[in-house]
């Protein structure tokens, strides 16, 4: 299932949709055999699991706790994960996936430019972290409590998007489109912009800044770091549509 190729673009972050390929990649461990079902109960399972761990954190929670919350019976459980490491692989298995799929396929018409390319990088991961919130902060927050080879996988998972914003910057420094010394820094400097808006929802919130003021606002910022203080026409931090085929 190519999320680029999905439309509308959002419905692939649907909870159902990200069970569905879940389901394809874990289907030789998954001991349930009609697909609708599977997916179903999948989502219950990992909407009790992110809902729980936000409460009171991965480590502290039960797999009775999860059969409860999710409605299954602790056998019903056991056909779809035989461990909490299971289960965290499955979550953020998904994480890692869709955010590599997604912004490793930018459109046509930004791929060689990469003002416009890093624009569409910002747009699109914020927009991406907005839809799978739960998601995201479950990855990020907990990472501290994984198991080692769990928290590995996390911080690799940053390391990748880095690597992507990385390469966008290489291209934007070897076109004389940006200014900088230090390409790999810079890429580790954005990252936490991008976090932001899902880590710390509740100060935005309060503050009254709305998703697409805070894509214009990372984008303005990114823009001026990158380009020495000047603003660029070619820049535009707020791109209409984000990926497509």
């Given at each position: 299932m190519n999320l680029a190729r999905r439309r509308p673009w959002t419905n692939a972050f649907s909870t159902e949709a990200l069970c569905t390929r879940?389901?394809?990649?874990?289907?030789?461990?998954?001991r349930v055999q009609k697909p609708r079902i599977a997916v179903a109960n999948l989502a219950r399972i990992i909407g009790a699991t992110l809902t729980l761990s936000n409460?009171?954190?991965?480590?502290?929670t039960t797999l009775r706790q999860l059969a409860e919350a999710?409605?299954?019976?602790?056998?019903?459980?056991?056909?779809?994960?035989?461990s909490k490491?299971?289960?965290?692989?499955?979550?953020?298995?998904e994480v890692a996936a869709t955010a590599t799929e997604v912004l490793t396929a930018p459109p046509d018409d930004v791929r060689n430019d990469a003002?416009?390319?890093l624009a569409w990088i910002i747009a699109t991961h914020?927009?991406?972290?907005?839809?799978?919130?739960?998601?995201?902060?479950?990855?990020?927050?907990?990472?501290?409590?994984?198991p080692p080879a769990e928290r590995q996988r996390a911080i690799d998972m940053e390391a990748t998007t880095e690597k992507i914003?990385?390469?966008?910057?290489?291209?934007?420094?070897?076109s004389g489109a940006f200014a900088i010394d230090h390409v790999g820094l810079t890429a580790s400097l954005i990252k936490p912009l991008l976090q932001d808006w899902y880590v710390?929802?509740?100060?935005?919130?309060?503050r009254g800044t709305s998703i697409d003021g805070y894509i214009d606002g990372v984008g303005a910022f990114v823009n001026a770091a990158l380009s020495g203080g000047r603003a660029s026409a070619g820049f535009r931090p707020r791109p209409k549509q984000m990926a497509h085929p």
């Open positions: 879940i389901l394809e990649r874990h289907r030789a461990s998954i409460k009171q954190g991965f480590h502290a999710s409605g299954l019976s602790m056998g019903g459980l056991y056909t779809y994960i035989d490491p299971r289960l965290l692989s499955m979550i953020l298995g003002h416009r390319h914020i927009r991406m972290s907005e839809a799978m919130q739960p998601w995201f902060v479950f990855a990020f927050m907990e990472a501290k409590s994984f914003i990385a390469n966008v910057l290489r291209q934007g420094v070897a710390k929802r509740a100060k935005y919130r309060k």
